[in-house]
């Protein structure tokens, strides 16, 4: 069964931080990635690792979130810093065992992924 479980969601006052966490079971994954979607808005790529530690970001993010993969390639983590109120979503990681051109037409897309977590909440308060 492929699947995966995030966590580290939570409240934080703006400028803040958090850290979130993937754990993917079921299939070795060379390309994870995280969306979010905030209530009444479409959900969006946020950041993706493939090909060993190639990555990207939304514009959104860039320069506060960082996304990185553990020694065990089916863990990933998100480390949001200076946290804003728009930052406020429902994020989800997403991932599988992709060729680089592949894992980056699924970031884009968001589809296409061999599994997706259940989400975890992230609330930022001015």
């Known amino acids: 069964v492929f699947g995966a479980v995030e966590s580290g969601g939570g409240s934080v006052q703006a400028g803040g931080s958090l850290s979130l966490s993937c754990v993917a079971s079921?299939?070795?994954?060379?390309?994870m990635a995280w969306f979010r979607q905030a209530p009444g808005k479409e959900r969006e790529g946020v950041a993706v690792i493939y090909a060993g530690g190639t990555t990207i970001y939304a514009d959104s993010v860039k320069g506060r979130f960082t996304i990185s993969q553990d020694s065990d390639p089916n863990t990933s983590r998100l480390q949001m810093t200076q946290l804003k109120p728009e930052d406020s979503a429902t994020y989800y990681c997403?991932?599988?065992?992709?060729?680089?051109?592949?894992?980056?037409?699924?970031?884009?897309?968001?589809?296409?992924?061999?599994?997706w977590g259940q989400g975890t909440q992230v609330t930022v308060s001015s």
């Open positions: 079921g299939v070795p994954s060379n390309c």
């Open positions: 997403a991932g599988g065992f992709l060729l680089p051109n592949s894992c980056k037409r699924a970031f884009e897309s968001g589809s296409d992924f061999g599994y």
